[in-house]
């Protein structure tokens, strides 16, 4: 009987568990271009496995991805990619099936930019038990098999992830509609450029981080709000060189992005610059300006699927 004779032994069971597998991945990489070639990958060891020996399809399938993206996490290149000072994760647009599950707190916490940010401080075990753990809901015994360790060290791992994690976490989720007002209140302060009330709306240990629109080797760091509140006022101005660079007079939207509030600076059906932010007891935490264009591939490509509000700023 040819193998592609039955669902089980066709591409239908695997494409029945892409979404689940690239959402695993992007949790792991924070790339969606890394997490849909992982998967690709994953295809491919699927088609060349004996399948009438993988006896739980969804098990074999979530170690294989899980170990490419570990293979990719200790590469020499990824680990000079992320200790380089370049390296932010890749946004996506609410609503987009990478993102995965998101029923529950700590998935959908796994999922923001910040999270993504935190679990760059654990070691690529930690991070898989972790993820697997609090986002996929694996026993340790489960964990134990994907990772080929026993279950005793899928839970020192966790463990350790789960201290680390907690000593750097900022406050949960954020109201939606307050989260909208006050990225309303940081546009309208920066465009009339009364950074007075700027200064008001951020944390006293507010961070700033750009990628420079991908034109710097290093990402770019302020600190203080009466550096971010300067920096903000003259990167939101419009000028014809920023008008230049991205190609014309973009329209400025408000839409949630991996779970938190976000600008997206839009110019006709393409994303051009992504502005999120992360909300800690009413005020802004964390600035990121995400512009460098292979970070807002996919993010482009839901957006021409979506059906956005009223833009904040129809010309900017």
Not at 296 to 302: F, K, Q, S, V, Y
Request: proline share 5%; net charge neutral; hydrophobic share 45%.
């Amino acid at each position: 009987m040819d193998d592609t004779s039955t669902d089980r032994f066709g591409t239908e069971t695997f494409e029945a568990s892409r979404n689940r597998l690239a959402s695993l991945a992007y949790r792991l990489l924070g790339s969606a271009t890394d997490a849909e070639d992982t998967v690709q990958d994953a295809f491919l060891h699927w088609q060349a496995a004996n399948r009438r020996l993988i006896k739980v399809p969804e098990a074999w399938l979530t170690k294989v991805v899980t170990n490419l993206c570990l293979d990719r996490l200790r590469s020499a290149q990824s680990r000079r990619e992320r200790t380089a000072g370049a390296w932010l994760p890749e946004p996506l647009l609410d609503g987009d099936p990478m993102l995965g599950p998101a029923d529950t707190f700590e998935q959908r916490e796994s999922v923001s930019l910040a999270m993504l940010i935190l679990l760059e401080r654990l070691s690529p075990l930690e991070r898989a038990v972790y993820l697997l753990r609090e986002a996929f809901s694996y026993s340790h015994a489960e964990i134990a098999e994907i990772l080929d360790i026993n279950e005793s060290a899928s839970q020192q791992h966790l463990h350790r992830a789960r201290h680390r994690i907690t000593a750097a976490r900022r406050s949960g989720e954020v109201n939606p509609a307050s989260a909208r007002r006050i990225v309303e209140e940081f546009l309208a302060a920066v465009s009339s450029g009364r950074t007075e009330e700027l200064v008001m709306l951020l944390t006293d240990d507010a961070t700033a981080i750009s990628d420079g629109a991908g034109l710097t080797e290093k990402l770019l760091r302020y600190d203080t709000p009466e550096r971010i509140a300067a920096i903000a006022r003259a990167g939101f101005k419009p000028t014809p060189a920023k008008r230049r660079l991205a190609g014309g007079t973009p329209a400025v939207y408000y839409a949630p992005v991996n779970g938190a509030p976000a600008m997206l600076f839009v110019l006709g059906d393409r994303v051009v610059g992504a502005v999120t932010f992360d909300i800690a007891d009413g005020k802004i935490a964390t600035v990121r300006g995400i512009a460098a264009p292979a970070r807002l591939i996919r993010l482009t490509e839901a957006w021409r699927r979506h059906k956005p509000d009223t833009p904040l700023i129809a010309q900017w």
